[in-house]
């Protein structure tokens, strides 16, 4: 199974941009579809952003629309998150997840979790 790691967060100010990665270990990263999740404090863990295996199909929550997208680099095992128009909302410790099937908004599909990165927005 594939293990994940994030990197790439931090503290930026409101209508900052930060790019997260998640690199990939352990498996054949390019069967996998990648998902970013996020957890806000108090919170349930909540679906951002995913990218089908071939990248060729892209799905994401409303709240991200326009603002944050995603990528990947089969070659180099790793994923990407690219968030602009950062808004003090954004704040929350970001996952990546891999899954072999289901739905693409359920944290029940994911089969392996990175540890998460904090990205925090201040206003």
């Known amino acids: 199974q594939v293990q994940l790691v994030e990197s790439g967060g931090g503290l930026v100010q409101a209508g900052d941009s930060l790019r997260l990665s998640c690199a990939a270990s352990?498996?054949?990263?390019?069967?996998?579809?990648m998902g970013w999740f996020r957890q806000a404090p108090g919170k349930e863990r909540e679906f951002v952003i995913a990218?089908?295996?071939?990248?060729?199909?892209?799905d994401y929550a409303d709240s991200v629309k326009g603002r944050f997208t995603i990528s990947r680099d089969n070659a180099k095992n790793t994923v990407y998150l690219q968030m602009n128009s950062l808004k003090s909302e954004d704040t929350a410790v970001y996952y990546c997840?891999?899954?072999?099937?289901?739905?693409?908004?359920?944290?029940?599909?994911?089969?392996?979790w990175g540890q998460g990165t904090q990205v925090t927005v201040s206003s």
């Open positions: 997840a891999a899954k072999l099937k289901g739905n693409v908004d359920l944290r029940t599909s994911y089969d392996a």
């Open positions: 352990g498996g054949t990263f390019s069967n996998y579809d």
């Open positions: 990218i089908t295996w071939r990248g060729s199909r892209i």
